[in-house]
T-cell receptor, first 116, second 115 residues
Framework: NAGVTQTPKFQVLKTGQSMTLQCAQD?????MYWYRQDPGMGLRLIYY???????DKGEVPNGYNVSRLNKREFSLRLESAAPSQTSVYFC???????????????FGNGTRLTVT | AQSVAQPEDQVNVAEGNPLTVKCTYS??????LFWYVQYPNRGLQFLLK??????LVKGSYGFEAEFNKSQTSFHLKKPSALVSDSALYFC?????????????FGSGTRLSIRP
């Protein structure tokens, strides 16, 4: 099993350029997430999708859009990249939450994005 | 809204000594808590999660976590540290009342084990 796959692994953008980060999982998970990791800030939630067809804002959604394309795929789009969006981006997935089941997140290996 | 705090940016421990990495949380209802570890240039790996009713939870690599409801804490512990435990550790919390699918992470604690 590949688990959670993110593409690309590295990307350099100029200010104002757009790009889409791709994420796919093969574990039949309902919920998917996008986080960004910055030094001293930990992981901050950008957007999440509790199930196919739904998306919700996280802690830092400004400047980003997401698409839950199907159950497997959850993409993150930067419409007009800014230097403040230089970060490492992680996608994660998990089974749906229920009172009897608190499944952990499974993470991809990340995308290192630099905006100049 | 939920929140989680890791008050120490870095914890330094000698190999063989016990270690503690601190985490406190705030949620509306029952807490659903996790610990993750991140090795350099890697994604995050799940270590353990809180199970309702268990004040001491055991996880991977010999780690355990102590839940204290009155202090709203979920500290990560290990009786005898190894140099290979050196990594970045994150505490996370899910608030089942406000938004069950939303999982928030702390700022992380860098654990350094000296030989």
């Amino acid at each position: 099993n590949a688990g959670v796959t993110q593409t690309p692994k590295f990307q350099v953008l100029k200010t104002g350029q757009s790009m889409t980060l791709q994420c796919a999982q093969d574990m039949n998970h309902n919920s998917m997430y996008w986080y960004r990791q910055d030094p001293g800030m930990g992981l901050r939630l950008i957007y999440y999708s509790a199930s196919e067809g739904t998306t919700d804002k996280g802690e830092v959604p400004n400047g980003y859009n997401v698409s839950r394309l199907n159950k497997r795929e959850f993409s993150l789009r930067l419409e007009s990249a800014a230097p403040s969006q230089t970060s490492v981006y992680f996608c994660a997935s998990s089974e749906a939450f229920s009172q009897g089941r608190n499944s952990p997140l499974h993470f991809g290996n990340g995308t290192r994005l630099t905006v100049t | 809204a939920q929140s989680v705090a890791q008050p120490e940016d870095q914890v330094n421990v000698a190999e063989g000594n016990p270690l503690t990495v601190k985490c406190t949380y705030s949620v509306s209802g029952n807490p659903y808590l996790f610990w993750y570890v991140q090795y350099p240039n890697r994604g995050l790996q799940f270590l353990l999660k809180y199970i309702t009713g268990d004040n001491l939870v055991k996880g991977s690599y010999g780690f355990e976590a102590e839940f204290n409801k009155s202090q709203t804490s979920f500290h990560l512990k290990k009786p005898s540290a190894l140099v290979s435990d050196s990594a970045l550790y994150f505490c996370a919390v899910r608030d089942a009342v406000s938004s069950a699918s939303k999982i928030i992470f702390g700022s992380g604690t860098r654990l350094s084990i000296r030989p």
